[in-house]
C-alpha cells in the first residue's frame, strides 16, 4: 500500500530539498537567475514525485456506498455514478446497503443512464439490455462496474487489465 504524507511532510521535504540545493548553489548575481531556476525546477520535481505517489483514498462511505458505472471497459469511458439505496425496517431502523457493481451499474444500464447516447424520457420505465458487467476497485477504493464487452478474462484478469483489483 502506498504511504499518504501529511502537508507537513511533503512541506518539510520540499524545504529540505530548497536548503540543499540553495547551499550548493553560488550566490553571484551572475547566477541568481540561474538559481532561481534550479530550485523551482527541483521543487516542481519533488511535489510532482510527492503526487504522483499520493492516491487520496476515498471516504469510507464512499467505499461502501457509491459505485461508478463505465460505458466501456476503459477509464477513459463516460460513466454514471450512484449511491445505494436507504432503506427503512420495520421497527424504524434504517441505514443503506453496500454497493454491488453488477448490481447497481446493472440498474443504471437498464434505465438507459448509462450505455445510451441519451437518457430516456422516464429512466423508472426504461428497460434497456444490460451487459455482462465486472466489478472492479478504483485506486481511491471506490467500486467501478465495467462492461465486460468480447473478453472471456477472468474478473481478476479482467481488472488487472485496467490497472485495477476486482471488488472482493
Known amino acids: 500500500m502506498t504511504e499518504l504524507l501529511s502537508d507537513a511532510e511533503i512541506a518539510r521535504r520540499v524545504e529540505s530539498i530548497r536548503d540543499h540545493v540553495t547551499t550548493r548553489i553560488p550566490v553571484e548575481r551572475a547566477r541568481r537567475k540561474k538559481r532561481a531556476w534550479v530550485v523551482s525546477g527541483v521543487v516542481a520535481a519533488a511535489v510532482a514525485v510527492a503526487g504522483a505517489a499520493l492516491v487520496i483514498r476515498a471516504s469510507d462511505d464512499v ?75 478504483l485506486a481511491n477504493g471506490m467500486a467501478a462496474g465495467f462492461p465486460r464487452g468480447d473478453s472471456t478474462a477472468s474478473a481478476t484478469e479482467f481488472c488487472n487489465e485496467l490497472g485495477l483489483a476486482p471488488c472482493e
Not at 82 to 88: E, G, N, Q, Y
Not at 89 to 118: K, Y
Open 63 to 137: 467505499i461502501k456506498y457509491e459505485v461508478r458505472c463505465y460505458e466501456s471497459a476503459s477509464l477513459e469511458s463516460d460513466y454514471g455514478q450512484m449511491k445505494s439505496d436507504l432503506w427503512v425496517g420495520e421497527n424504524g431502523d434504517s441505514g443503506r446497503g453496500e454497493v454491488d457493481p453488477a448490481v447497481n451499474c446493472g440498474d443504471l444500464w437498464r434505465m438507459g443512464l448509462v450505455g445510451q447516447p441519451t437518457p430516456p424520457a422516464n429512466p423508472n420505465t426504461a428497460n434497456f439490455e444490460v451487459p455482462e458487467l465486472v466489478g472492479c476497485e
